[in-house]
């Protein structure tokens, strides 16, 4: 038996959390979805990456809806816009950095639990903006995402121009 429900989430609407200095949205956490599954949109700004990082027990599937996305994972590398679909296994190094000036990607992980990541890391707001850049403690981002079976392993992508 599944104590899961039908939904519908608007564009807006959802969880929003200022996250790494972006914007990530909750579209159906793991407590909607019975654990199957998290499927977050996340918005930044150009040159936002995250760390070069392993996912331990997620698969992550990232569908770009808008924007240019460069992706990295092994010998998979690449730049990618609206339409593209990308598939970074569990347990395999991995990073990306937005290239155009803004982007909206869908990310789905499987199982659900990146959302509690997102909330334990990240500052929940009530609207859409993206935040102000602050200094990121990466100390601090490498014992939460430790906490979340997330390995961090080398800093972001270079900074763009």
């Not at 609407?13 to 990530?24: C, I, K, Q, R, S």
Request: with cysteine.
């Amino acid at each position: 038996m599944t104590l899961q429900s039908p939904m519908i989430v608007p564009r807006d609407g959802g969880d929003h959390y200022h996250f790494l200095n972006h914007l990530m949205t909750t579209k159906v956490s793991a407590e909607d979805s019975d654990g199957a599954l998290t499927a977050m949109e996340f918005v930044g700004p150009k040159g936002f990456g995250p760390p070069l990082h392993r996912h331990d027990v997620e698969d992550e599937l990232f569908y770009v809806v808008e924007g240019e996305v460069w992706f990295s994972c092994g010998e998979a590398e690449g730049v990618y816009g609206a339409g593209a679909t990308v598939w970074l296994p569990r347990g395999q190094p991995h990073t990306f950095q937005i290239r155009s000036d803004e982007a909206r990607v869908l990310q789905i992980t499987t199982p659900g639990q990146f959302d509690r990541f997102v909330a334990a890391l990240g500052s929940s707001i009530p609207g859409v903006e993206l935040p102000e850049p602050t200094e990121i403690d990466p100390v601090e981002v490498a014992r939460i995402a430790a906490a979340h079976d997330i390995e961090i392993l080398g800093p972001p992508p270079s900074p763009i121009s």
